[in-house]
Nanobody, 124 residues
Framework: QVQLAESGGGLVQAGESRRLSCTASGGMFEAYAMGWFRQPPGKERELVAAISRSGIGTFYRDSVKGRFTISRDNAKNIVTLQMNSLKSEDTAVYYC?????????????????WGHGTQVTVSS
């Protein structure tokens, strides 16, 4: 079973950029599609972006398209989320996830592996 550890969260000003990283251990990283969820204060968690096992396929929620980029390095077992032009509504706890493919990640089944999360706060 893969374990996930996020890093890179913190306090940023609106309009600035932040990069989140997720390091996987204990499993075959290339066997998993990866994703980033977030949970804003008082709201439901939502899928932000996901990337296929090969890195060719990606998914983004509409509100982050053109601002966020997900990528992965299968040699280093790392998936990153580059966040540009941050807005106050991007404030949330961001979670790294792993599962068999993007469509499964979108369904959020019990099989999905979750990291512990990292807080991103965007001040305006």
């Amino acid at each position: 079973q893969v374990q996930l550890a996020e890093s890179g969260g913190g306090l940023v000003q609106a309009g600035e950029s932040r990069r989140l990283s997720c390091t996987a251990s204990g499993g075959m990283f290339e066997a998993y599609a990866m994703g980033w969820f977030r949970q804003p204060p008082g709201k439901e968690r939502e899928l932000v972006a996901a990337i296929s096992r090969s890195g060719i396929g990606t998914f983004y929620r509409d509100s982050v398209k053109g601002r966020f980029t997900i990528s992965r390095d299968n040699a280093k077992n790392i998936v990153t989320l580059q966040m540009n032009s941050l807005k106050s509504e991007d404030t949330a706890v961001y979670y790294c996830v792993a599962d068999r493919d993007i469509e499964t990640i979108r369904r959020q089944p019990d099989s999905t592996t979750w990291g512990h999360g990292t807080q991103v706060t965007v001040s305006s």
